[in-house]
């Protein structure tokens, strides 16, 4: 059946344990085991799924430019959301694969060609992955939504092809990386250089690996970093297989590694690591805060996070209201609600409140639920969990719509949250586009339009939203380092 009520395609969920390393396990809709409920349901799953297009040919960890067993052996299955049958078995790498790791990323740092190539070499790599991404678009979109459960035309048409041009944004970047010249007070030459971090440590979520692969993974290359990088343990196929392309491409052995494995054993090893230079990670508020203790408990090393989002969607009394409808329709459903930045608190003024409800409890309904995999399904199978407060981060196709009188109440509601990430203003009129954008406390805000993640734009968050930037110019700060070299002139014909 191509299509089905959206509550049958339930499926994998998260557990609720109680330790704070355990926090690692989780995904991005975290909340207080006191008020979070899972449940898995997989007793009425999608009738004859479609066969995938692709086959697994990586499961194993990647160290050194070798694929290698875990040292402990152990593996653990990742699962199809649409049956909760089991797709491989991948290996389940803890600590002592992460300083195997650790190792192989600090000797090719320290001694190996990456960071003493050319910026132009570097270039060229980034380029050849950049077309090896694009010659496996099907095969990688393939494995996204078997993992995943997100709808295979979004991942063929719209996140393969995103983290193609992300790839090629960071690989211009490379040789174009440079410090200044500044003046000094005195008889003296003042450079800075800008200089690769080291060894850096990423984890990425499961909503959107391949692309949260490239967001970590690029700018980190392309300043000439090392990198040993934790995949989510729910979707840890694609990431896998875009590595090996990487080494295809002709990336030395040691630069990139990539370990599968569960937060607790991995994901905190990664971040308490005394050789990992600098952090970067994207998931929960919570394991984010945890995050940054390890990172400060160990070494102090920089954290760059992208965390959870309770983003508002305003939608001002001048709007076109079938317009916004669908705008504030995408704002939320998008990737299934399965993204931070979800516009999951939509505003609208108390003169279009109920037209605009009723139609988008109207277009709600012809959502099209079913195997991922068909053509035009707009919502694939979900992970469920229950019993949240409702200013927490649901993660899911949940819309609440709010009725707001006037600016001053809006902004004032809107900004009532610990989150930070994203807001999204819809109106015609340029100075209440004005007021909004700058009154609006988020790292961004889209005005008649929402979810544009285009390379160049940087993403962020404010308050509990995370700290740092990723993609564009702002996301190559976080994987340098600047010096300053002062010497001293002699009879200098200019100062």
């Known amino acids: 059946?191509?299509?089905?009520?959206?509550?049958?395609?339930?499926?994998?969920?998260?557990?609720?344990?109680?330790?704070?390393?355990?926090?690692?396990s989780r995904g991005r809709n975290i909340a207080s085991p006191?008020?979070?409920?899972?449940?898995?349901?997989?007793?009425?799953?999608?009738?004859?799924?479609?066969?995938?297009?692709?086959?697994?040919?990586?499961?194993?960890?990647?160290?050194?430019?070798?694929?290698?067993?875990?040292?402990?052996?152990?593996?653990?299955?990742?699962?199809?959301?649409?049956?909760?049958?089991?797709?491989?078995?991948?290996?389940?790498?803890?600590?002592?694969?992460?300083?195997?790791?650790?190792?192989?990323?600090?000797?090719?740092?320290?001694?190996?060609?990456?960071p003493k190539m050319t910026a132009y070499e570097?270039?060229?790599?980034?380029?050849?992955?950049?077309d090896l991404i694009e010659k496996h678009n099907d095969e990688l979109a393939a494995l996204e939504t078997w993992d995943n459960g997100k709808p295979y035309e979004q991942s063929a048409k719209l996140e393969v092809p995103m983290l193609t041009r992300l790839m090629r944004y960071y690989a211009g970047w490379a040789d174009k990386i440079h410090g200044l010249t500044v003046p000094a007070d005195g008889p003296y030459h003042v450079q800075t250089l800008h200089e690769p971090i080291g060894v850096a440590g990423q984890v990425i979520p499961w909503n959107f690996?391949?692309?949260?692969?490239?967001?970590?993974?690029?700018?980190?290359?392309?300043?000439?970093?090392?990198?040993?990088?934790?995949?989510?343990?729910?979707?840890?196929?694609?990431?896998?297989?875009?590595?090996?392309?990487?080494?295809?491409?002709?990336?030395?052995?040691?630069?990139?590694?990539?370990i599968s494995g569960f937060g607790p054993a991995a994901g905190a090893a990664l971040a308490s690591h005394m050789d990992v230079d600098k952090f970067a990670f994207t998931g929960s508020t919570k394991t984010g805060q945890f995050v940054h203790e390890l990172a400060s408990r160990s070494n102090l090393k920089p954290v760059t996070s992208e965390l959870g989002g309770k983003s508002p969607f305003i939608v001002c009394e001048d709007a076109d209201?079938?317009?916004?409808?669908?705008?504030?329709?995408?704002?939320?459903?998008?990737?299934?609600?399965?993204?931070?930045?979800?516009?999951?608190?939509?505003?609208?003024?108390?003169?279009?409140?109920?037209?605009?409800?009723?139609?988008?409890?109207?277009?709600?309904?012809?959502?099209?639920?079913?195997?991922?995999?068909?053509?035009?399904?707009?919502?694939?199978?979900?992970r469920l969990r229950y019993g949240y407060n409702a200013k927490d981060e649901i993660f899911g196709p949940v819309q609440s719509i709010f009725k707001y009188k006037d600016l001053d109440e809006v902004i004032r509601r809107a900004n009532a949250t610990?989150?930070?990430?994203?807001?999204?203003?819809?109106?015609?009129?340029?100075?209440?586009?004005?007021?909004?954008?700058?009154?609006?406390?988020?790292?961004s805000v889209w005005v008649n339009?929402?979810?544009?993640?285009?390379?160049?734009?940087?993403?962020?968050g404010y308050k509990m939203s995370g700290h740092g930037r990723e993609k564009g110019i702002y996301s190559l700060e976080n994987y340098l380092q600047v010096k300053a070299v002062v010497t001293p002139l002699k009879n200098p014909a200019w100062l």
């Open 209 to 258: 690996p391949l692309l949260m692969f490239g967001w970590k993974v690029g700018p980190a290359l392309a300043c000439g970093n090392t990198i040993v990088l934790k995949t989510a343990e729910q979707t840890p196929l694609s990431a896998i297989f875009a590595a090996n392309l990487l080494h295809e491409a002709g990336l030395p052995p040691g630069v990139l590694n990539v």
């Open 418 to 443: 610990h989150y930070g990430l994203a807001a999204g203003v819809f109106t015609e009129n340029l100075d209440t586009a004005n007021t909004l954008t700058r009154a609006l406390r988020a790292g």
């Open 34 to 114: 006191s008020r979070g409920i899972s449940k898995y349901s997989t007793d009425v799953a999608i009738e004859n799924p479609v066969d995938p297009p692709v086959e697994v040919k990586h499961t194993q960890l990647l160290i050194n430019g070798q694929f290698v067993d875990a040292a402990s052996g152990k593996s653990f299955p990742t699962l199809d959301p649409r049956t909760g049958d089991v797709i491989a078995h991948v290996a389940e790498g803890d600590a002592e694969d992460i300083n195997r790791a650790v190792a192989a990323a600090r000797k090719a740092f320290d001694e190996g060609p990456w």
């Open 321 to 382: 209201i079938d317009k916004a409808v669908e705008l504030a329709h995408y704002a939320l459903f998008f990737n299934q609600g399965q993204c931070c930045c979800a516009g999951s608190r939509t505003f609208v003024h108390e003169r279009v409140y109920d037209e605009f409800v009723e139609k988008s409890k109207a277009l709600a309904l012809k959502r099209a639920v079913g195997d991922p995999f068909l053509e035009g399904i707009e919502q694939g199978p979900q």
């Open 449 to 460: 339009c929402f979810n544009i993640f285009d390379a160049t734009i940087p993403m962020g």
């Open 122 to 130: 570097r270039q060229r790599i980034l380029l050849r992955f950049a």
């Open 1 to 24: 059946m191509a299509s089905r009520r959206m509550c049958s395609l339930l499926s994998r969920s998260l557990t609720s344990p109680t330790s704070a390393a355990a926090l690692f």
